[in-house]
């Protein structure tokens, strides 16, 4: 059975440990330029700031609860995670779990000191830093980033362009967004327009292995989309359901 919980808000201090406090603190206030917030693609609003909130806090707690007993309610993982960040627990059983996702997260477009493409905040690079920083780097890394949005994850490879403790793996549209500020990731593949299952799938299965052998990571995150399917114009590939699924498959 699939157990649903409201996404918690994150706490500043932890989006804090990837984003630049000024940026933080005036998006949060409203006191973002008129440019910065086209930039995003969206205008400011109270409920936009707790959905951003909301999505980063969904995948903080994510995490937390795929580290531990899997036996232990969501709800009760929650309560730790908070518990933990706020410094009323200093314990923490670091048991590997059953995998956890978070349905509104994968903004891979927010950078350190601004947000752009639909992203405020970078919710896997705060989710990273956060479990490195109360868990410890031995616990934890190398962590991988699977990235299979049909757009690049631009922010979270200049994020960590200099961490070698974390591994981007991206593979997205040659054609698609973005364009001026695509950066460079661990590994970047590019597909052409109109790829098919086949040829996904085909590409994917041989990198796969690659990735968990070399680096044999302790923590992966599965920016998953559903972009790449062909009925969305703007995502410019070909893939059907069935090979989407099959693509999920094959990560899982």
Known sequence: ???????????????????????????????LTDKENRTIGFPWSP????????????????????????????????????AIITGACNSFRLTPGVPSSQVAGGTHHAFAGHG?????????AVAIKSAISTLGEEAVCPVLVIDLDVHQGNGTAKIFEDDPRIVTFSMHGANNYPWKTRMKSTYDIELDDKTDDARYNQVLAEWLPHLFEVHEPRLVFYQAGVDALHEDSFGRLGMTRDGLMRRNEMVY
Request: charged share 25%.
């Open 116 to 124: 752009e493409g639909f992203c405020v905040f970078n919710d896997i």
């Open 47 to 82: 409920s936009s700031v707790k959905r951003s909130l909301a999505s980063t806090g969904g995948t903080l707690a994510a995490t937390y609860a795929v580290l531990q007993d899997p036996d232990i309610s969501v709800a009760a993982q929650v309560d730790t995670w908070r």
């Open 1 to 31: 059975m699939v157990e649903f919980i409201r996404s918690p808000l994150a706490f500043t201090e932890d989006i804090t440990r990837v984003h630049d406090e000024d940026y933080v603190s005036r998006y949060l206030k409203g006191e």
